[in-house]
T-cell receptor
Framework: QKEVEQNSGPLSVPEGAIASLNCTYS??????FFWYRQYSGKSPELIMS????GDKEDGRFTAQLNKASQYVSLLIRDSQPSDSATYLC??????????FGQGTTLQVKP | EADIYQTPRYLVIGTGKKITLECSQT?????MYWYQQDPGMELHLIHY???????EKGDLSSESTVSRIRTEHFPLTLESARPSHTSQYLC??????????FGAGTRLSVL
């Protein structure tokens, strides 16, 4: 079992729809959770961080965390073609190291 | 905007050559990382450093080596490049815990 698991996709949604990206992790001691976005041919960039159970909103993005279920998600409202990218879930291990999932590719179709 | 720089951006070399990929950051971060990523594939951690004179191997076995003599500089060296080393190499530095800033990467092609 991988430490951080994501469905590789591609996830395809129409423009204007809500995109839902999911991630599960295995280390119950994990304390910090992140979503990075990576455009094709570019480097990853941080878009969201979440540290406590519940929802955290930033513009069109909402991160959701459920530590009991070891589950993190990212919702993108009003998806735009410019949101088409690979989204990497990342979780800190109990040693403080950041563990990345394999990423989910999102395609937003005009 | 992140102040982390990688050179060269692209490198094509022949088998057996020694190469050094440069990575520098001006943010004063203690933690730095090297990742290897093939197109469309996941990130693999190959080396990391938590400060000057501290280096560790990552999860993916790599024939490369790193050094950390200065906080801002974390170069990666391949003593004898092989075609299997063809990949993209990404350097990152970390602020606090988990907030990583990535350089633009070096695309290496070994013929």
């Amino acid at each position: 079992q991988k430490e951080v698991e994501q469905n590789s996709g591609p996830l395809s949604v129409p423009e204007g729809a809500i995109a839902s990206l999911n991630c599960t992790y295995s280390d119950r001691g994990s304390q910090s959770f992140f979503w990075y976005r990576q455009y094709s041919g570019k480097s990853p960039e941080l878009i969201m961080s979440i540290y406590s159970n519940g929802d955290k909103e930033d513009g069109r993005f909402t991160a959701q965390l459920n530590k009991a279920s070891q589950y993190v998600s990212l919702l993108i409202r009003d998806s735009q073609p410019s949101d088409s990218a690979t989204y990497l879930c990342a979780v800190t291990s109990n040693t403080g190291k950041l563990i990345f999932g394999q990423g989910t590719t999102l395609q937003v179709k005009p | 905007e992140a102040d982390i720089y990688q050179t060269p951006r692209y490198l094509v070399i022949g088998t057996g050559k020694k190469i050094t990929l440069e990575c520098s950051q001006t943010m004063g971060h203690d933690k730095m990382y090297w990742y290897q990523q093939d197109p469309g594939m996941e990130l693999h951690l190959i080396h990391y450093s938590y400060g000057v004179n501290s280096t560790e191997k990552g999860d993916l076995s790599s024939e490369s080596t790193v050094s950390r003599i200065r906080t801002e500089h974390f170069p990666l060296t391949l003593e004898s490049a092989r075609p299997s080393h063809t990949s993209q190499y990404l350097c990152a530095s970390e602020q606090g815990i988990g907030i990583q800033y990535f350089g633009a990467g070096t695309r290496l092609s070994v013929l």
